[in-house]
């Protein structure tokens, strides 16, 4: 097995010595190198006439890739290592080891084991996604989980609301419980003369660790989108959510200056730039890889293992929502899965009875966190290559099922918390901001393409031909046959005929 970086990498693997890369790797790879001797013209217009617009857009945004090939031990396949493992673990269960009688341990015993093997399988045979660092068995590791917590919430959506609750009781006894939502809102001074020990309690108060958290989630959302002004957009419509529906969950319910001061400036506005300085450095950083063994001094040894938990090479996203209605519709469908990802985070704990501190919500979010970069990633070679991925990738469509499943549990668990009737006003807002909305595109890319269109036809009818103007005997014009218009004037063919 080869190694997985210079395999997978969407730029071209370069050695450190700088050679011309040969022939059939630019037509592969759809690099044209100027300077290589041995390079002639007509190659290079054949490569470019082969390479699409959106692939050369593409390869602009992303660095270039110096790697030495070195493969190791580290990157080598065990398969057969992890399938002997795997068979000495099952051969000890089953003969060496005394099967307790208790029913529910063995259950529970049986699933974890179950759920086990599959991971060992799916991490050795499951196929690589666009991410190669730490190392490919990570993500494939990430994607078999994918498809465990999606079967886990299918189980969840059959059963019936009793029996669900119930049932998290099998994954920590103290779930179950219903549990009292904690209300942000209430007295929002921020400095209330009638407390004179601590006129600045609220603010104390909504210092809880969700505050770090936010600054924390907002940097990782920017890593994974990698667009500013998404992520404002995001973030900004995410607290006229909780606007909307704080007369369904008290978690909702916050001081104006908890929205718009805390959350959009202070913990998402911080966390967003924090991103955008780490996205600026990633871009300019200096992609050379060398194996271990190759370093000579410590320092750069430890320096090796140290970027070896950054990417391998690095793809700036230009989204481009205007560009045309593909990409605009794939942006209002990310900036939709991630409030609605979002809102199922706060609905699913209501509806489950989870404390918001528990290990499981924590879980989810890392779950999310692993799994979100892969997907942006598969979403974005989607749009901006069709050609070349026809398909959107197993990470992007596992993560849209999720989304949607978790929301079905929502709606079935407890479907009078969200059909609660939405104030009259709010509904106005919302309604006037789709409509605008849908007026925009059809005039970005439906009105406005049209008469674009029907101005060049004109244009092009009012612009007169030469032959048109040139005198035939009498001194008039004629319009020129069918012939002349595609091979010039019999003047001109009977020249090149001789």
């Keep these: 097995m080869t190694k997985p970086e210079a395999k ?22 759809g690099l044209v190198d100027p300077d290589c001797p041995g390079q002639s013209v ?10 699409s617009k959106e692939s050369l857009q ?5 660095c270039e890739v110096y790697d030495d090939g070195t493969n190791t031990f580290f990157w080598r396949a065990h398969t057969l290592t992890v399938l002997f493992i795997l068979t000495c673990a099952l051969v000890y269960v089953t003969l060496l080891e005394e099967t307790p009688q208790d029913t529910a341990y063995n259950t529970k015993r049986g699933i974890i084991a179950s759920i086990l093997v599959f991971l060992c399988f799916g991490v050795t045979q499951a196929k690589d996604g666009p ?37 998290m009781k099998y994954i920590d006894p103290k779930l179950g419980v219903p549990l009292p939502e904690r209300g942000y809102g209430g007295n929002c001074l921020i ?36 667009d500013w002004w998404m992520c404002m957009i995001i973030s900004v419509m995410f607290e006229f959510l909780e606007y909307s529906l704080e007369h369904q969950l008290p978690n909702f319910s916050e001081c104006w200056w908890d929205h718009w001061i805390m959350d959009v400036l202070v913990c998402n506005g911080l966390g967003i730039y924090c991103g955008m300085k780490t996205l600026a450095w990633l871009s300019m950083k200096p992609y050379q890889w060398q194996g271990l063994w190759n370093i000579p001094t410590y320092k750069g040894k430890i320096k090796r293992i140290a970027f070896q938990f950054t990417p391998y090479s690095w793809v700036k996203f230009e989204w481009k929502p205007a560009s045309n209605l ?60 069709p050609k070349f991925h026809k398909k959107l990738g197993q990470q992007a469509w596992l993560v849209v099922a999720i989304t949607v499943t978790e929301f079905l549990i929502v709606v079935k668990y407890d479907p009078n918390t969200i059909m609660l009737p939405i104030p009259f006003f709010i509904m106005q807002c919302w309604f006037l901001g789709i409509l605008l909305i849908v007026t925009w595109t059809l005039w970005r890319f439906f009105i406005r393409d049209i008469t674009l269109r029907y101005k060049e036809t004109r244009r092009r009818k009012q ?14 014009t004629a319009a020129p046959s069918g012939r002349s218009k595609l091979n010039g004037s019999s003047e001109t063919v009977r020249q090149r005929k001789s």
């Design 326 to 385: 593909r990409r605009w519709l794939t942006v209002l469908g990310i900036i939709f899965v991630f409030l609605l990802a979002e809102l199922n985070t706060f609905y699913l704990k209501f509806v489950l009875w989870m404390p918001p501190e528990h290990y499981l919500v924590l879980l989810r979010l890392v779950f999310f966190v692993n799994v979100g970069g892969v997907a942006m990633r598969e979403i974005y070679d989607f749009i901006g290559d």
């Design 58 to 62: 593409r390869r602009n945004t992303e």
């Design 131 to 167: 991410f190669t660092r730490p190392h490919p068995a990570y993500w494939r590791f990430w994607l078999c989980v994918s498809v465990v917590y999606e079967l886990f919430l299918i189980f969840i959506l059959f059963q019936t609301v009793h029996d669900g609750r119930h049932f």
């Design 191 to 226: 400095y209330d003369p009638g407390n004179t020990t601590d006129p600045f309690h609220n603010i104390w108060d909504k210092m809880d660790g969700f505050v770090p958290a936010h600054f924390l989630g907002w940097y990782i959302k920017t890593l994974v989108i990698r």
């Design 8 to 29: 997978r990498s969407g730029v071209a693997a370069v050695n450190v010595a700088g050679k011309c890369a040969t022939a059939a790797e630019q037509v592969n790879n």
């Design 463 to 476: 612009e007169v031909p030469a032959d048109w103007d040139r005198p035939v005997g009498n001194g008039s």
């Design 42 to 51: 007509p190659s290079k217009a054949k490569v470019m006439k082969q390479t």
